[in-house]
């Protein structure tokens, strides 16, 4: 049965054999899909081929057959963000975590709609650190992984002077050695009020958020990852 003028983003997109590209988008009504785009060449499939670009909003017609579909019609609902620098690295970080941690086929509308929110978010700089913590909060929670960043799991609240671990399946556990790596309570209490923080708690949150992410991940972490603490040497080296 053909899926009709479905909304969808592009997540990612490869050539495949000569002439067709292998899209992975997100959709509203049927989660994450794989896509066989055929006969991209010549001219008149250039707007086609345009479209499908990571980050485009679509309305697509497909039709399932096995693991990948068949597009048969892209057309794009708006310009995608430009990019550059941090937030075009942003945008590969969003995509490659929505690629590695949600499964083909789980349909979820509030998935689609978060996805949807961060896309819009990146186009701003300075917010960026913060709107990806969020990003990273929201996304656990819509897996089903989601954890009470502001009580422990005996119920006792969380302290803003207190330094906490956070525990993948638990949440925050006190961490009375002040352990490298550890996560001030008044970090915590901000991502749970939806409060942007300063800088330096903002690195916190990274860190933590992204220790969760590595366990659900599952051993194998994020290109995007890599390439960050990368661009973040040459920086450095810049500077120096």
Known sequence: MRILAQPAYVLHARAWRE??????????????????A???????????????????SLRID???R??????????AQDAAPLLTG???????????????????????????????RVRDELADARAL?????????????????GLPWDTLGEGEPVHAATRYRLDPERGPVADPRRAEGSISGAALLALASDREPDAGLLTELRLGLRDVLATHLG?????????????ARVRTRAQD
């Open 129 to 145: 650190a913060w709107n990806l913590r969020r990003f990273e909060r929201d996304l656990l929670e819509l897996l089903g992984y």
């Open 19 to 36: 002439t067709s590209l292998l899209v992975e988008v997100l959709t509203r009504d049927h989660g994450r899909v794989g896509l066989v």
């Open 219 to 231: 051993g194998t972490g994020l290109r995007s990852w890599g390439l960050m603490g990368e661009l």
């Open 62 to 64: 497909f039709l399932p």
């Open 86 to 116: 941090d937030r075009l690295m942003a945008a590969f970080y969003v995509n490659e975590l929505m690629l590695r941690l949600l499964p083909r086929g789980d349909v979820s509308p509030e998935l689609f709609a978060l996805y949807g």
């Open 38 to 56: 055929r006969g991209l060449s010549g001219p008149k499939k250039h707007a086609l081929r345009a479209a499908l670009q990571p980050l485009q």
């Open 66 to 75: 096995g693991e990948l579909a068949r597009l048969l019609q892209a057309e």
